[in-house]
């Protein structure tokens, strides 16, 4: 069920030609629910926000990307759900194919929605119940536990059913510190810029 979901993903690209996961066969997962914010340098830099849920990561391109300062509304553009596969993904997508550029794993953990200070990190099935749930009803409450973003977070859809709000809750990981001016990849410590020098190289060893 939740793989039809990716075929929106499948369409927008070409497997032979970027080094993106093709959907691959449902695996069953154990343990908390994964996370992943990626910095992609497509024609405009943006950050894509992935929770994972029911097998899938659903998706949100988040042009100025998280702030940790409560109020702060940060514009969340939902996207298709890419595969599980997609959130260790970093590499260079090669020009002329979707979202043309470089992408790194800025940030990365487990996440748990958190209606009424209750989290279910260790109750997966009831963890995306309520994800599912709460992203039908258009406003989800959750709890990051990555590297650089960590508290409570809202996402609320707006009128336009594609757009979302991204906002910090108020609590003790709110900050005025900008996390973007963190711009090191949490997996390999390299930036976006660092894959655009590399890239001949990677080329020719492929
Ligand atoms: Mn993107």
């Known amino acids: 069920m939740a793989r ?3 075929e929106e993903y499948a369409a927008k690209r070409s497997f032979k030609a970027t080094p993106e996961p093709a959907p691959a066969a449902a695996e069953s997962r154990s343990g908390p629910l994964l996370f992943v914010i990626q910095q992609h340098s497509a024609r405009r ?3 894509d926000l992935r929770l994972e849920c029911d097998g899938v990561l659903k998706s949100w391109a988040v042009p100025k990307g998280p702030s ?3 109020g702060q509304k940060r514009l969340a553009m939902q996207t298709e759900d890419h595969p ?3 959130g260790s993904f970093e590499g260079v997508i090669p020009q002329g194919q979707y979202g043309a550029g470089e992408v790194i794993v800025w940030d990365c953990g487990v996440y748990s929605p958190d209606d009424g200070q209750e989290h279910w990190f260790h109750h997966r099935a009831e963890a995306e119940e309520r994800v599912r749930e709460a992203l039908e009803k258009g406003k989800l409450s959750f709890l990051l536990r990555g590297e650089k973003t960590k508290g409570s977070f809202a996402l609320v859809r707006t009128a336009d059913r594609k757009s979302w709000l991204l906002i910090k809750h108020k609590d003790r990981f709110a900050t005025k510190d900008d996390p973007t001016e963190r711009n ?3 997996l390999s410590g390299l930036t976006v810029a660092d894959l655009k020098t590399v890239r001949a190289e990677t ?3 492929a």
């Open 4 to 6: 039809a979901s990716l």
């Open 45 to 47: 830099l943006h950050y």
């Open 68 to 70: 940790l300062e409560p």
């Open 84 to 86: 599980y596969e997609y």
């Open 184 to 186: 090191r990849s949490v």
């Open 203 to 205: 080329m020719s060893a």
